[in-house]
C-alpha cells in the first residue's frame, strides 16, 4: 500500500493504492459483524499457511485474520471472496446479502473501494 503526496509543481491528487491483505482485513471484520455469521472459515491455501506458520514457529496471536476472505485489487475495485460459517435455522440467502452488503460498504468507506463481494456458506452449526 503506498500513499504519495504531490510534490512542488505537481497537482494536488492523492495516490493511494490499497493492497490485498488490507482489503481482506477489513471485508473480515465486516463480514464477522453480521448477525448469523458464526465464523469465518479458511480455505485450504489458509489453512496450510497456518500449518506452516505453526511449524516454523510464527505467532499469529494478537493479529486481526483474515482467514475466511480471499481479495483482489485491481484499480479502484476488488473482487472478494468470504467464507462462513452460519448456525442452523439462519437463512443463508439473507446471512449471504447481509455479508456482501456490510463488506461492500466497509470497503467503500475504509479503502474507497468498490466492491463485487461473493459469499460462500461453507458449513451450518447444528447447535
Not at 491483505?21 to 465486516?30: E, L, Q
Not at 506452516?52 to 475495485?77: E, I, K, N, P, T
Not at 467503500?108 to 458449513?123: E, K, P, T
Request: charged share 15%.
Amino acid at each position: 500500500m503506498g500513499l504519495r503526496r504531490a510534490g512542488p509543481g505537481e497537482s494536488g491528487a492523492v495516490t493511494l493504492h490499497v493492497g490485498d491483505a488490507a482489503v481482506a482485513r477489513i471485508a473480515a471484520v465486516a463480514a464477522r459483524g453480521v448477525p448469523g455469521v458464526v465464523s469465518l472459515r479458511a480455505d485450504l491455501a489458509q489453512a496450510l499457511l497456518g500449518v506452516a506458520g505453526a511449524v516454523f514457529g510464527q505467532d499469529r496471536d494478537g493479529v486481526l485474520s483474515a482467514d475466511g476472505v480471499s481479495a483482489q485489487v485491481h484499480g479502484g475495485a476488488a473482487d472478494v471472496t468470504v467464507t462462513i460459517v452460519t448456525r442452523l435455522g439462519e437463512n443463508c440467502r439473507d446471512v449471504a446479502i447481509a455479508v456482501q452488503e456490510a463488506v461492500s460498504v466497509a470497503l467503500a468507506g475504509q479503502a474507497g473501494l468498490d466492491a463485487q463481494v461473493s459469499v460462500l456458506v461453507a458449513d451450518v452449526l447444528l447447535t
